[in-house]
C-alpha cells in the first residue's frame, strides 16, 4: 500500500481550481483560434477576437477567464494500492475547494437551500465528488468549474428504444437549437448514452472532458460526432449567438451499456470557456 | 459604425441606435442579477420605492469576482439576460433605459423595449478578464447582504457592446428563440 496524505489532496484541489479557472487549457485555445479564422460573421469575429484576448489577459494577470468561476465538479480515480491517510477526505476537498475560492478570489456562487433561502455560502462549497476505484497506487484528480449559464442549458431526457438514432439526433439538435443562445457559444457539446437516469448526466459530463480534437475510438461514434457538429454549425447561431458557422467546436458522445426498455441520453452544454484541470499523485 | 454613448441616456441618445451597431459605453450602471431583481420585483408589487433611481439609467446583468490588492474590479461579463426577461417589462415602466447583458430575450421584453424606447446592449460573453479592462471604479451601491449580487455602482470607460435590441425593437440575432 502507499500512504497518500489528505492534507496533500487538499492542496492539489486547491491548485487545480485555480489553474482551471486563470488558464485556459491549450486544446481549447487552439480551437478558439481555429473558429476565429473559420468565422465569416463580421460582430461573431470580433466577438472571438475578444474571447481568444480575454484568455490571454487571464493567464498573464491570473484573473478568472470568466466571472462565473463556476460549480465545482471532482473526479477522484484512486487506485486500489493506495491509502488515503485522513479522518475526513471529503472535508479535506471541501477546504481545498473553499480556500481556491477565498484566497484566489474566485467568485463564490453556491447556494443553499435553493427552493428556500439560497444564501451564498461564501466558500463555493460544496462541489459535486465522484469517486472511481482503478487498478494501481495512484490518484488521479480532475477539477472542472462549470458556470451555470452553460449547466442551465443542458438536458435529460429518457428516450424509448423506439426512438432510435433519429430520435436521438433530433433530441439533441432540437436542444442545441433551444438552448444554446444562452450558453456562451461556440459551446463544447458533451452527450452521455446509455447507462441509466443518474448515470448517464455523469457520462455527458466526463465527454466534455475529452481533450478537443481527439478522435473518438469507436468509428459510429466518431462519425455520428461529426454529423452532428457539422448539422449544429448550420444553425446559424454563431459565436455569442451573433450569428455565423461556428456554434460548437467540438461533439463528443460517450455510450455505456443500458436497460432493454430504456435510452437515456444527456446533454451538457459547456460554454467556450470550457475549464478544467489534472493532476496525478 | 463605432458610436461612442455615454449614461445616463435618453431618448435622443437611444433613438440614434441601431441593431447591430457597435457601440463603446461611459459612465455609470448598476449591476443587479437573479437575487436584486427579484427584490426589485417585489418591492414594485408592494408598492415601495426603490433603493436606486432607475430612470434613463443602465443596468448591468452581472456579478463580478473579487478584485486583488490593487485592482478595481476583478473579471466582470454578463450573465444570461433571459432569466431577468420575467422582471424586465416592469422595469423599464419605471425608467430603466438600457441594459447590459448576454442572448436573446422573450418577445415580451423586445415589446416593452420598443415601447419604452430603451436599449439592450450584448457583450461578450466570457470575455470578463478583458471587459474589466474597461470599469474604471466600482462601488457597492445597494442590497449588501445578498453578498456576490449585491448590486454595484460601476464607471465604465469605452466599455465595448453591441446594440442586440434597438428602440424599435429590431434585434441582432438571425434566428428565432422561443421563450
Known amino acids: ?281 | 459604425m463605432n458610436l461612442k454613448l455615454n449614461t445616463p441616456l435618453s431618448d435622443e441618445k437611444v433613438k440614434k441606435l441601431r441593431a447591430g451597431e457597435r457601440i463603446f459605453l461611459s459612465g455609470i450602471v448598476y449591476t443587479a442579477r437573479d437575487a436584486a431583481h427579484k427584490r426589485f420585483f417585489e418591492a414594485i408589487k408592494k408598492g415601495l420605492p426603490l433603493p436606486i433611481d432607475l430612470k434613463d439609467q443602465v443596468i448591468f446583468y452581472a456579478s463580478p469576482t473579487p478584485p486583488k490588492e490593487g485592482e478595481v474590479i476583478g473579471s466582470i461579463g454578463p450573465t444570461t439576460s433571459a432569466r431577468m426577461d420575467l422582471y424586465t417589462p416592469l422595469l423599464l415602466g419605471r425608467g430603466l433605459k438600457g441594459m447590459i447583458g448576454k442572448g436573446p430575450r422573450s418577445k415580451e421584453v423586445q415589446e416593452a423595449i420598443k415601447k419604452h424606447r430603451a436599449i439592450y446592449l450584448i457583450a461578450t460573453g466570457g470575455a470578463a478578464a478583458y471587459l474589466a479592462q474597461f470599469v474604471v471604479s466600482s462601488e457597492i451601491a445597494c442590497y449588501e447582504d445578498l453578498g456576490p449580487e449585491a448590486i454595484l455602482k460601476l464607471r465604465l470607460k469605452d466599455f465595448p457592446l453591441v446594440v442586440a435590441i434597438d428602440s424599435l425593437g429590431k434585434q441582432v440575432f438571425p434566428y428565432r428563440v422561443e421563450l
Open chain 1, 1 to 281: 500500500m502507499r500512504a497518500i496524505e489528505g492534507k496533500e489532496i487538499k492542496e492539489r484541489i486547491k491548485a487545480l481550481c485555480l489553474e482551471a479557472n486563470f488558464f485556459l487549457r491549450a486544446d481549447v485555445f487552439a480551437a478558439l483560434r481555429e473558429a476565429q479564422v473559420q468565422e465569416e460573421n463580421k460582430l461573431a469575429k470580433l466577438a472571438l477576437s475578444e474571447i481568444v484576448k480575454n484568455a490571454q489577459i487571464a493567464r498573464e494577470q491570473k484573473k478568472p477567464i470568466c466571472q462565473d468561476t463556476g460549480h465545482v465538479t471532482i473526479f477522484l480515480e484512486v487506485g486500489n494500492e493506495v491509502h488515503i491517510v485522513t479522518d475526513d477526505l471529503k472535508m479535506e476537498i471541501n477546504q481545498g475547494v473553499s480556500e481556491a475560492y477565498i484566497e484566489g478570489n474566485l467568485r463564490k456562487s453556491i447556494v443553499t437551500d435553493p427552493l428556500f433561502s439560497r444564501k451564498n455560502t461564501l466558500n463555493n462549497t460544496p462541489p459535486s465528488i465522484y469517486f472511481e476505484n482503478v487498478p494501481g497506487e495512484k490518484i488521479k484528480i480532475t477539477v472542472f468549474p462549470k458556470g451555470g449559464g452553460s449547466d442551465n442549458a443542458s438536458s435529460l431526457k429518457m428516450l424509448k428504444p423506439s426512438d432510435g438514432l433519429d430520435g436521438f439526433k433530433k433530441f439533441v439538435l432540437e436542444e442545441v437549437k433551444k438552448n444554446a443562445p444562452f450558453a456562451c457559444p461556440p459551446l463544447v457539446v458533451g452527450i452521455g448514452v446509455g447507462g441509466s437516469f443518474d448515470s448517464v448526466g455523469i457520462l455527458a459530463k466526463k465527454a466534455l472532458l475529452e481533450p478537443l480534437g481527439r478522435v473518438n475510438q469507436d468509428k459510429k461514434l466518431q462519425r455520428l460526432e461529426e454529423e452532428i457538429l457539422k448539422e449544429i454549425n448550420q444553425l446559424g447561431i454563431g459565436p455569442n449567438a451573433l450569428g455565423g458557422k461556428v456554434t460548437a467546436l467540438a461533439v463528443h458522445i460517450r455510450c455505456f451499456p443500458t436497460h432493454m426498455a430504456s435510452l437515456p441520453v444527456a446533454l451538457n452544454l459547456s460554454c467556450h470557456a470550457l475549464r478544467s484541470a489534472r493532476t496525478i499523485l
